[in-house]
């Protein structure tokens, strides 16, 4: 079995129970709880930018597994690491997608044919008729990354190039977010949704977690004032800016600019998610203690299977609550607490299922020597 970072699978549990809370939250109408002028349930929102960690842990995870086998890139190697990428995410993720597609034809009389094949090739954000969780549009995503990993490490087996190529990535990234927001500056205004779910939008995300792979391998610490408690909390504060700035009340205050302040939001949010990454793995604290729990380590270990089933069994969940009125906080704590105490055993047998032959047959590899793991 593959060399784990025991804060890392902390953190992978705590973005997929924030994701899961997020949902619950706005199957139920995203009503509010107040505690004077606070809405705690919105502060709590927060969870739902899950996603963004998981593509931060991601580019950590990817970089530090690759940069070892960076000098053999040629088209065998390539398909190599594609392979393997598509063995570890694509069982477990079939398997739902043709549940959800049976669903669908037992529903509705007949079977959504294009969202199959979409979903099939993680092509699935170049469609406009989904009609699958929504939540799968991150496996896209996640695939578009895959494909342009290996070509950062192309004739760069010394490394000394790679940190170059990334930032330069992360500045044209940035760029396109500037464009996509400024054409897009009524939609926006108007609270509506707009598409930024291609890698050209996102890879800043991955990219982050690259450089924190980067720093790690290379024994570089963080600066002082992200170590230790205060360090992570400085952390959390930044990547509460960067949530904060994504509000619609909060950018509309700077109506001119606020296409920056929007492209802003997940390069900041995530920035924070980094260095809160890089601290809870370079030393002993209080958070790196409780994100190594053996219960967090368990929950961080189905990540990706709680990832993927939660959407389709807390709509369910939820609607049965909705259906009978039951309408409130109370309510919506509930059927969190039922939704969490399903998904958590789906996601267990299909790990079991789908992901556990993945690591039983993967050989054994250190991520850095140099390093002590923190278990």
């Known amino acids: 079995m593959k060399t784990r970072i025991a804060p890392i699978d902390g953190l992978r549990a ?39 960690l998981f593509f931060v842990i991601s580019g950590f995870c990817m970089y530090l597994m690759y940069q070892k086998s960076a000098s053999h890139f040629n088209a065998s190697g390539y398909g190599h690491f594609l392979w393997k990428r598509w063995k570890r995410i694509a069982p477990a993720f079939y398997f739902i997608v043709v549940v959800e597609c049976l669903l669908y034809l037992l529903t509705y009389g007949h079977f959504p044919i294009d969202s199959f094949f979409a979903h099939l090739f993680f092509a699935n954000t170049f469609i406009t008729d989904n009609v699958l969780s929504p939540p799968f549009w991150s496996l896209s995503t996640e695939w578009q990354f895959y494909i342009l990993l290996p070509f950062i490490f192309i004739h760069d087996a010394d490394g000394t190039r790679r940190l170059g190529r990334i930032v330069l990535m992360l500045i044209g990234c940035f760029l396109f977010r500037l464009f996509l927001f400024y054409f897009h500056a009524s939609e926006m205004h108007s609270g509506l949704t707009i598409a930024s779910d291609k890698i050209w939008y996102r890879f800043i995300e991955f990219g982050w977690g690259m450089i924190a792979a980067k720093m790690y391998v290379e024994n570089k610490p963080l600066p002082a004032i992200f170590r230790g408690f205060w360090g992570f909390i400085l952390a959390v504060a930044i990547a509460g800016l960067g949530r904060l700035i994504m509000v619609t009340e909060v950018y509309n205050h700077f109506y001119a600019f606020a296409f920056v302040l929007k492209a802003m939001g997940e390069p900041v949010l995530t920035f924070g998610f980094t260095a809160m990454l890089l601290n809870v793995i370079e030393s002993r604290n209080i958070f790196s203690k409780l994100l190594s729990l053996n219960s967090m380590q368990f929950l961080g270990r189905i990540s990706y299977s709680m990832y993927l089933w939660h959407w389709i069994i807390c709509w369910n969940i939820c609607n049965i609550f909705i259906s009978k009125g039951l309408v409130s906080g109370p309510y919506l704590i509930i059927a969190l607490f039922i939704s969490l105490a399903l998904v958590v055993p789906v996601s267990w047998i299909s790990y079991k299922l789908f992901e556990a032959p993945y690591f039983k047959t993967g050989k054994k590899v250190r991520i850095e020597p140099d390093l002590k793991k923190i278990a």
């Open 14 to 52: 705590l973005a997929v129970i924030g994701v899961i809370w997020a949902h619950v939250w706005m199957f139920f109408g995203a009503i509010p709880l107040k505690l004077g002028p606070v809405d705690i349930f919105r502060m709590l929102s927060f969870g739902g930018v899950g996603v963004d």
